[in-house]
């Protein structure tokens, strides 16, 4: 199984603001050359630099507000965010238990271990070694353009409904089976 170097957790659902509300300078500005752009959550630093552009120009305030938001959902006290990060190992857990299931007796490494609940032992070999693998769990609010008449922003708070979760390799897994 390939090695992730990380995860991203969008915790909002999606918005879209015409590119013609933005200036293309603030387009350039936050974008680049890029067509994505995904600022982690727990940056500080970043999240008041994309909140300045935005603030620049006030056709993109939204942004503003919208990225606030999310960062807000982060700090406040009731955020599921150690919830969401124990769904996302039980996942890694039981998709690599199955694919090790298979390699195992080959390679001669550890004996995987089910494990159903979030309960599991942090001793075990194996879930050591499988947890090493996945390297960071990050939340992120993302940007993206969506063709060349519509920007995408993730702005609004999921509630209930799970939260989608990104490999580094760009394929997208929606969130466990768990409301939070």
Not at 55 to 83: E, F, K, M, Q, V
């Amino acid at each position: 199984m390939r090695q992730h170097r990380l995860i991203d957790v969008l915790l909002q659902s999606e918005g879209y603001f015409a590119n013609a509300n933005w200036a293309p300078k603030t387009v350039q500005a936050i974008f680049g050359n890029e067509s994505v752009i995904l600022i982690d959550l727990r940056d500080t630093d970043e999240v008041k630099r994309v909140q300045k552009i935005f603030n620049a120009d006030y056709r993109t305030r939204a942004g503003t507000r919208a990225l606030g938001s999310a960062s807000g959902i982060l700090a406040s006290p009731g955020c599921p965010w150690p919830a969401i990060q124990a769904e996302i190992k039980l996942q890694w857990l039981k998709c690599n238990y199955q694919q090790d299931t298979v390699n195992a007796p080959k390679s001669g490494g550890p004996t995987p271990v089910k494990v159903e609940t979030y309960e599991w032992d942090d001793t075990n070999e194996w879930i050591k070694a499988t947890l090493e693998k996945l390297r960071e769990i990050r939340p992120v609010f993302m940007i993206r353009k969506k063709g060349e008449d519509q920007i995408a922003m993730r702005s609004r708070h999921r509630g209930s409904r799970r939260p989608n979760v990104c490999w580094d390799d760009g394929k997208w897994w929606e969130g466990a089976n768990h409301s939070y």
